[in-house]
């Protein structure tokens, strides 16, 4: 695994916006594997580390947990993987959490996929996902779109400059939504 450059695709968009739902979609066509940097950081608040009650309190806040802490969990997701195909679900957030990625892994995203979504239809999708997710609250995901707007638009725009950015329409059907990334991998198959 180490041998080979790793293919990284960064998957952004808001909360709710259909990142987690597209990312299985792509991996059962396109093979990659698939690390959600919020379940990366939920798996520590269950496992009770040194980080994790940091971490539940971060995310019920809708804020963004430190770089270094997110970075690293990705880094040995990465690290242990026998598949160089990534993709990196809800992560970087900030251009601090950018920074660091570039930083510690040493390496850029081969494509940026973002998801667009009117927030209203966000913010349904989310009240009615019902997993129990301590953030799933009206309260909650307010704060997480505000902090959406301000930390996560800027990361965009940036890799927008460096064209690397696929816009995707995320309203419609799940098929529907995925019939506009497709094509986005199979231009980088050869
Ligand atoms: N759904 C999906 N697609 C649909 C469609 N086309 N039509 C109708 N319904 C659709 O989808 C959300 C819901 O909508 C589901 O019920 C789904 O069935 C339905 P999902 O695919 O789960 O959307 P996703 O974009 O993944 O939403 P999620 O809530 O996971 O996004 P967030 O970005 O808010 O959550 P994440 O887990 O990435 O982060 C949570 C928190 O962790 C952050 O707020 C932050 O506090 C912290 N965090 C960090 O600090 N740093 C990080 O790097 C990452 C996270
Ligand atoms: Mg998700």
């Known amino acids: 695994s180490k041998e080979r450059t790793p293919f990284i695709t960064f998957v ?3 909360p709710g916006s259909g990142k987690g739902t597209q990312c299985i979609k792509i991996v059962e066509t396109f093979g990659f594997k698939h690390l959600s940097a919020g379940d990366l950081l939920r798996r520590e608040i269950a496992c009770n580390t040194a980080d994790g009650a940091m971490i539940l309190d971060t ?9 270094e802490v997110t970075v690293k969990l990705i880094q040995k997701e990465i690290e242990s993987s ?6 990196i679900d809800g992560f970087p957030r900030s251009e601090e959490n950018r920074i660091a990625f570039e930083k510690i892994i040493g390496a850029e995203p081969n494509i940026v996929l973002f998801f667009d979504c009117p927030e209203e239809e966000m913010v349904k999708r989310v009240l009615s996902r019902n997993q129990g997710r301590v953030d799933d609250n009206i309260d909650t995901i307010r704060k997480r779109l505000k902090v959406f707007e301000a930390l996560n638009l800027p990361v965009i725009n940036y890799y927008s400059q460096r064209g690397k950015l696929y816009t995707i329409n995320a309203v419609g059907t799940v098929d529907e939504i995925f019939e506009q990334v497709r094509p986005v991998f199979n231009s980088f198959e050869s």
Do not use: A, Q
């Not at 995310?59 to 770089?67: L, R």
């Open 59 to 67: 995310i019920k806040e809708g804020k963004i947990v430190p770089s």
């Open 12 to 14: 952004l968009g808001g």
């Open 82 to 87: 026998d598949n160089h195909k990534i993709l």
